[in-house]
Structure formats: structure tokens, C-alpha cells
């Protein structure tokens, strides 16, 4: 019997540690909802390009739906690639979109979302700031409800 009530305080004290897990060390879900979410994207035709009012095309209609979901605006930001992951690095960014691949170079210094296919079969990845896991699981959990939806289909 005192073994099952240790147990049970030191289960309780631990879940209590967990409140905010996963962590976002710089807030960035809570900066973002119902606020900007800044997006830079690099052009990859068709799956992402430049239009009148920021980026178009499926990845740019995902993350339109994504900050819909959050109650956010997006701020769209279009530089190169390596502009985008030092914005990225540097905490100007939230979210970087581009036909990035898993295998990016970028993998080992940002956070990178699960892939998801276009109708092609090529799989993509989005990348947010390494460590705003809090984040990165809305990113991943939106993801996973949007994955049935056909990739090239979410076009505006």
C-alpha cells in the first residue's frame, strides 16, 4: 500500500511538470495564434509560387489553412533559400516553405515537419525554428487532419 501511494505522488508530480509539453522555449505558438504568422517561401513551381499578394499553389494554400486554423493572418516573406533558413535561424521567421525534401541540409539546425506527398509522389517538408516543439506539434497534428486531402487539390 505505501508503495502504490509513492508511486502515485511521484506519477502526479511528474505529470504536473508536463503542463506545457511540448515547449516552446520562445512562445512561438502563442505569439502566432490569433496574430502573424510569418512565412518565407521560396519559389517552387507549381507547388509554390510567387503571386499578387505573397506565395500561391498547394504548400502556400496548406499554410493559409494552417493559420485559419490558429486564427492568424500570414505575412508572406519571399527570399532565397539560404536568406530564409538564417531568417529562420535568427527567429524572424515562424514557418519556411519551398519544396523542401527531408533530406534538406538545413535538417540538423531547423525543426522540419513530417513529409507529405504531392499527387506526383515527391515528398515535401515545412520547416519552423529548432526547439518550438509546441509549435512544431500543431504544425504536425494540422498536417495529419490535411494528409486525405489530395496535395495538388488544395489550390485556391
Known amino acids: 500500500m505505501l ?4 508511486l ?3 506519477s502526479l508530480f511528474f505529470l504536473i511538470g508536463c503542463e506545457d ?3 516552446d522555449p520562445e ?3 502563442e505569439k502566432v495564434s490569433g496574430k ?3 512565412v518565407g517561401y ?4 507549381p507547388h509554390v509560387v510567387s503571386g499578387a499578394s505573397g506565395a500561391s499553389g498547394p504548400q502556400a494554400a496548406l499554410v493559409e489553412k494552417f493559420a485559419e486554423k490558429l486564427g492568424s493572418t500570414v505575412k508572406w516573406v519571399k527570399k532565397s533559400e539560404q536568406q530564409l533558413f538564417e531568417d ?3 527567429r524572424e521567421l515562424h514557418l519556411v516553405i519551398g519544396g523542401f525534401s527531408k533530406q534538406t541540409p538545413w535538417k540538423d539546425r531547423v525543426g522540419i515537419s513530417r513529409p507529405f506527398k504531392s499527387s506526383s509522389g515527391s515528398e515535401y517538408v515545412f520547416a519552423v525554428t529548432n526547439g518550438e516543439n509546441g509549435f512544431l506539434v500543431k504544425l504536425e497534428e494540422f498536417l495529419h487532419e490535411e494528409i486525405d486531402l ?3 487539390g488544395l489550390s485556391p
Open 8 to 10: 502515485m505522488s511521484l
Open 150 to 152: 489530395p496535395y495538388e
Open 42 to 45: 521560396a519559389e517552387d513551381p
Open 3 to 6: 508503495f502504490f501511494r509513492i
Open 27 to 29: 512562445k512561438t505558438l
Open 88 to 90: 529562420l535561424e535568427q
Open 21 to 23: 509539453f511540448p515547449r
Open 36 to 38: 502573424t504568422l510569418k
